[in-house]
């Protein structure tokens, strides 16, 4: 179905913030969800339509679909470090109301969700991630479980490590399901484009993948990258 408004979860911070950023450029409608509606104008503009709601309480979520043909979830628990109770109120109890009120709704787009490389493979990185974000990332694996269970046509991109870098390189977009780890790194800017390109392209849904940047790789168009992707052979994921 064509693109016509995207709803934004994860808005005001980080890579949602980019993400608007680069939908507003590509001329969609941007929708985006909010616990402190005036807090998200101030930061966001006026341009983007805001949405009253809070991912931890369901109730407060149906009425931001209406009109919705994507959305984007990057919503995540920021404080470090953070307890056990605070990630699965949010990253994981946020995205099954997030689901429940999209199918509330009666939503027929696309659901694109970030999480973290590495969610389902030990590592380093990610066992002290675990320990700093209780358990971050054996909560999003059982999110993206719930996200492929629920019916909605669905994108789900696990990010590198994430930072803040103003400049662009070339990516690569891989379902080898690789570990975390530091030398895994892509920009907030990177990643938000990933998101807003994957929108054009239908073999991305009911897919998972890795995005980090490439070490040596020159650049390759959307197009190209994308077409390498397989549909997630089941439920148990990529």
Same mark, same amino acid.
């Given at each position: ?67 919705? %043909?994507?959305?984007?979830? +990057? ?7 953070? &307890?056990?109770? *605070?990630?699965? #109120? @949010? $990253? ?57 269970? %629920?019916?909605?046509?669905? +994108? ?7 930072? &803040?870098?103003? *400049?662009?390189? #070339? @990516? $690569? ?66």
């Amino acid at each position: 179905m064509p693109i016509h408004r995207v709803l934004v979860i994860g808005a005001t911070r980080g890579t949602g913030k980019e993400i608007v950023s680069c939908l507003q450029r590509d001329q969609y409608a941007v929708r985006a969800l909010a616990r402190d509606a005036d807090r998200a104008r101030a930061v966001l503009g006026p341009d983007v339509e805001i949405s009253a709601g809070d991912v931890t309480r369901r109730e407060t979520l149906p009425a931001a679909f209406s009109n919705v %043909s994507a959305v984007i979830f +990057t919503a995540g628990v920021t404080k470090r470090p953070a &307890s056990e109770r *605070s990630i699965i #109120a @949010v $990253e994981y109890e946020g995205v099954r109301n997030t689901l429940w009120a999209a199918s509330a709704a009666g939503f027929r787009g696309r659901f694109l969700y970030m999480t973290a490389i590495g969610v389902t493979r030990v590592s380093v990185a990610s066992i002290a991630l675990n320990l700093i974000k209780g358990n971050t990332l054996r909560w999003r694996a059982r999110a993206e479980t719930e996200i492929r269970r %629920s019916g909605i046509d669905y +994108t789900i991109v696990r990010c590198g490590v994430l930072t &803040s870098a103003n *400049s662009s390189r #070339a @990516v $690569e977009l891989s379902q080898r399901n690789e570990r975390m780890s530091l030398s895994r790194r892509i920009s907030r800017r990177d990643a938000a484009e990933i998101f807003v390109q994957a929108l054009r392209y239908p073999n991305t849904a009911r897919a998972t993948f890795d995005a980090y940047w490439s070490r040596g790789r020159a650049a390759e168009p959307w197009d190209l990258l994308f077409a390498r992707l397989r549909p997630d052979a089941s439920e148990s994921g990529a």
